[in-house]
């Protein structure tokens, strides 16, 4: 990046208690003429600014309409007085693309030149460290400098409303644990997406831990207040299950397990990356379409399991075949069959629940390779089956279902 230091320009020439004083010496600048340029070095310097033989007379007063805007900014971020911050440091440079100007940490070579200024505050024992293009229509903070700003009261009160309507409580009863200022990296990753893409429209805000009846919800909030998300992993225990829902998650359950004590147990709102993710997708492209829904557990007494529903109940997805490799979802399939005739045909398995297991081979003299096992609990609505198998298939082990639980809980704590 190239850049123009401006090291004590700020130091004299925006020392000021308010705006006001900046804006009279910009006017004063702009009323002076090309001619005059070198009784207006004079005048500078005696005021010990200087300024780089890059920067001319005309890039001055632009310069102090730009930190009026970044002043203006940091006012409302901190709350706190004019006269309490002012300018240490300002650079005129160009930076590479949108990315650097806006402090990203992993940035293309992309080549898109944003020319501006990269300008230093200094107040109240805080650094804020802000760059503003050249027309002042686009303004960053480095989203290192601003962990410490405490998160401005009306966003605090729109985030307590937020979390209390949920939860049918008083905002007495709900408290901020935890408010970090971040910058997303654009609108899927703000509202919690699984798949999102790697396209940089950052969204400056705050991501909030708020603590209600014993558990933790995240909220995101931008710095205006005028987008808030709640992570949806979360969930709604006390939200009602629509009735459409209800419907086909009872007719599913019963019709496959045929048992008539199919009852839910647990219903609560979730939203899923994409149809992929929703279908339990082992390999799901990185694009943000959102599917809302329900996840639903049922129980005939005998056994558990669990649906993903759509709002309308017109999507029901409960087997998790599709995460696993294929050829390790057909071994187990065909090993099921061979032990146990037609009470285990394929058409009616589905597999309830799937989990990767790591593992780490060795042979005598070949010394060792790590490699991924699965786990899988297995049904035909009446009985349950546990396997386990390796990455390919070619190695399927019959497993009691209280093994594979067992081995499931040992590899979450091994996290």
């Not at 004590?8 to 009279?24: M, N």
Request: hydrophobic fraction near 40%.
């Amino acid at each position: 990046m190239k850049s123009t230091y401006l090291p004590p320009v700020i130091a004299s020439l925006l020392p000021f208690k308010s705006i006001v004083p900046l804006g009279l010496a910009v006017t004063n600048l702009m009323m002076c003429s090309a001619a005059n340029a070198p009784a207006i070095a004079a005048e500078l310097s005696n005021r010990s600014i200087i300024l780089a033989q890059t920067t001319t007379v005309r890039e001055v007063p632009m310069l102090g309409t730009l930190i009026n805007t970044v002043l203006q900014d940091a006012y409302q971020r901190t709350n706190l007085p004019p006269a309490t911050l002012k300018v240490s440091q300002a650079k005129a440079m160009t930076f590479g693309n949108p990315c650097i100007f806006n402090f990203g940490e992993i940035c293309t070579k992309e080549y898109n030149p944003v020319e501006g200024w990269d300008v230093v505050l200094q107040g109240n024992n805080q650094t804020l460290n802000y760059r503003v293009d050249k027309t002042g229509s686009k303004i960053a903070i480095n989203p290192k400098n601003i962990a410490a700003i405490s998160l401005p009261v009306a966003l605090q009160n729109q985030i307590l409303t937020a979390a209390a309507n949920r939860a049918g409580l008083p905002p007495t009863n709900i408290k901020i644990t935890q408010a970090t200022a971040k910058t997303f990296s654009n609108p899927c990753v703000f509202n919690f997406g699984e798949v999102c893409t790697f396209d940089y429209r950052p969204i400056e805000g705050w991501d909030v831990l708020v603590a209600v009846r014993g558990q933790t919800w995240t909220y995101h909030i931008d710095k205006t207040g005028s987008q808030i998300a709640l992570d949806p992993k979360v969930g709604d225990t006390n939200a009602q299950l629509p009735t459409q829902v209800q419907t086909a998650v009872m007719q599913d359950a019963m019709k496959w397990s045929r048992s008539q004590t199919v009852k839910i147990t647990e219903a609560k709102q979730q939203t899923w990356g994409n149809s992929c993710s929703f279908g339990f997708g082992r390999i799901c492209p990185m694009l943000y379409q959102p599917v809302e829904g329900w996840e639903v557990k049922v129980s005939t007494g005998k056994m558990d399991w669990t649906y993903r529903a759509n709002q309308t109940g017109t999507q029901l997805v409960m087997d998790r075949r599709p995460t696993l490799p294929t050829q390790v979802a057909d071994a187990i399939a065909q090993d099921l069959f061979q032990r146990n005739g037609r009470a285990a045909r394929p058409e009616a398995l589905r597999f309830l629940d799937v989990k990767q297991q790591p593992n780490r081979s060795c042979v005598l003299l070949g010394g060792c390779r790590d490699e991924t096992n699965w786990l899988a609990i297995v049904s035909n609505g009446q009985q349950q089956w546990g396997y386990q198998s390796n990455e390919r298939g070619s190695r399927v082990l019959p497993l009691s279902v209280s093994q594979v639980l067992q081995a499931n809980a040992q590899a979450e704590s091994d996290r």
